[in-house]
């Protein structure tokens, strides 16, 4: 029988063994960013793939989620009547947590696995082998330009999401609750701070840093077969939704310590 | 000229290169046969440094394989995949031009396009496949494409993994008639792994009967079929009953 103590100890070594070869592989993109060649051409396609084509999901999942917003804040609100703080509540619910999680988790689940069932596919078809028989590093052509594009375009998807978010509040407020639109849109700007918005947009950089390294680290490491690679999708859209939402843990501690 | 000297390599307990030595003279095409699993293509991936050797050394023409620049080592070599390895992403010309559009061989994209196409038609590709995708080429076709793909920056070594595996009689002999021609045409040195004993004939110069980690006979092609090596004769002839264990 197996000791349960040993069990333990080995499931915590193997975590704590990905967490280093994540770690280094984490370092070694951003390594490789900084040293020629960079391909051009694969990144635009990155940015368009994780940025552009995110935009229905990013859009869709923050107009719903501030709708709901708006209504749970009003009833939640009514009961010791401070229903008129909804749009302060959303604006700062969306721009400070809901919109970055939300576009950050949406990225993991859309942008993660594609990523990581491509590689992977590219590694048990032998492309990868490939790529470095044609003279090309794979974590240049392949990591690099997702990374960065995830890096810089996650965060242009959160302002999206803050915005339309916000908007979805403010259909609902002013559709359904009663408020006044000039005075919802007044109260939400005059409530927000420049570092609500750099919290926001900070926190899209690494959410995008995690979810493009996750998916190229798993795809990378893909077992053999349709069974590996369904594993490192997997894999890869765990981690990156644990490691998004431990970082945001983090980020709301450093912020608010500001 | 290649040289494996002492070559070892494990994948924990399973020892699959025990030392393998294994010479290959520059401008001959050298073929290395042997069951599955006996470490065929791994001795290829060793010379490529896509896995590192345990043990041993691998020099090409005298200087060590896993020193110096290396993007001027394996602009040396040029290789076709056992199932293509083409690029899903990228249309069939810009595949068989990937070396000419980035990195130190880097041409005009409109020359890289012109040098792809006259490698499509060097094996027998019409110009209209140039721009589709791999997803849409039939198994001979990625097998032509992959192999233009491996001459396209004319490479003085060409290494060939399975070259015939998963295609017809009339398509395996197509493109083994394409390597001899092209290895010959292009003065180049060709390494190539299969089981398939009718494109060691159309290929090899040279053969090497891999078992066990070990190379246990090579030799001309010519005299292949009256080596008196056991493990050979029972590789060509292929029998159940040898040396080499056959699982029913």
Request: glycine letters at 10%.
């Given at each position: 029988m197996t000791n349960p103590l040993a069990l333990i100890g080995r499931t915590v070594l193997t975590v704590l063994a990905t967490i280093g070869r994540i770690a280094i592989f984490g370092f070694e993109t951003i390594s490789h960013m900084l040293?020629?060649?960079?391909?051009g051409r694969e990144f635009l396609s990155a940015l368009l793939n994780i940025g552009w084509l995110s935009l229905p999901v990013v859009g869709l999942t923050a107009v719903f989620t501030g709708g709901a917003l708006a209504l749970q804040i009003y009833a939640g609100g009514s009961r010791f009547n401070a229903e008129a703080v909804v749009p302060q509540i959303v604006a700062i619910g969306i721009v400070r947590e809901l919109g970055p999680v939300m576009v950050g988790l949406m990225i993991a689940a859309r942008v993660t696995s594609s990523i990581a069932a491509e590689i992977g596919t590219m590694k048990v078809t032998e492309q990868i082998d490939a790529l470095i028989t044609l003279s090309t590093h794979p974590m240049k052509y392949l990591a690099v330009p997702r990374v960065l594009a995830g890096v810089l375009v996650v965060p242009v998807l959160v302002a999206v999401g803050d915005i339309v978010g916000v908007f979805g509040g403010y259909a609902v407020a002013t559709g359904t609750?009663?408020?006044?639109p000039a005075g919802y849109i007044r109260n939400t700007v005059d409530f927000l701070e420049p570092l609500d918005l750099i919290s926001s947009l900070t926190k899209g950089a690494f959410f995008g840093f995690a979810a493009t390294l996750m998916g190229c680290y798993y795809g990378m490491h893909s077992g053999r077969g349709a069974m590996g690679v369904g594993r490192a999708t997997k894999s890869s859209v765990e981690g990156a939704a644990v490691l998004i939402l431990a970082a945001n843990f983090l980020l709301t501690g450093v912020f608010f310590s500001l | 000229m290649i040289k494996m000297k002492d070559v070892h390599k494990s994948f924990g307990s399973n020892?699959?290169?025990?030392?393998l030595d294994l010479n290959i003279e520059t401008g001959t095409s050298m073929v290395i046969i042997g069951g599955s699993g006996t470490g065929k293509s791994i001795a290829l991936k060793c010379i490529l440094g896509l896995v590192k050797q345990d043990k041993g050394t691998i020099s090409v023409d005298g200087k060590?394989?896993?020193?110096?620049?290396r993007d001027a080592f394996l602009a040396r070599f040029g290789m076709l995949f056992q199932g293509g390895?083409?690029?899903?992403?990228?249309p069939v010309w810009q595949n068989v031009a990937f070396r000419l559009l980035r990195g130190s061989l880097k041409r005009p994209r409109d020359e890289a396009r012109e040098i792809a196409i006259e490698k499509l038609r060097r094996v027998g590709?019409?110009?209209?496949?140039?721009?589709?995708?791999?997803?849409?080429?039939s198994g001979g076709m990625a097998k032509r494409v992959g192999l233009a793909r491996a001459i396209a920056a004319e490479p003085e070594i060409i290494f060939f993994d399975?070259?015939?595996?998963?295609?017809?009689p009339i398509m395996s002999g197509v493109i083994n008639e394409l390597i001899r021609e092209i290895v010959v045409e292009m003065g180049a040195t060709a390494m190539t792994i299969t089981h398939d004993m009718t494109s060691v004939r159309a290929i090899a110069d040279n053969i090497a009967m891999l078992h066990d980690g070990v190379i246990q006979w090579t030799g001309p092609v010519a005299q292949m079929d009256a080596s008196g090596n056991p493990y050979l004769d029972q590789f060509i002839q292929g029998?159940?009953?040898?040396?080499?264990e056959a699982v029913r």
């Open positions: 040293r020629p060649p960079f391909y609750l009663g408020f006044n | 020892h699959v290169l025990r030392g060590d394989a896993a020193s110096g620049d390895a083409l690029f899903d992403s990228l590709l019409k110009p209209d496949v140039a721009d589709r995708f791999p997803a849409e080429l399975e070259p015939t595996t998963g295609l017809d029998k159940a009953e040898g040396p080499i």
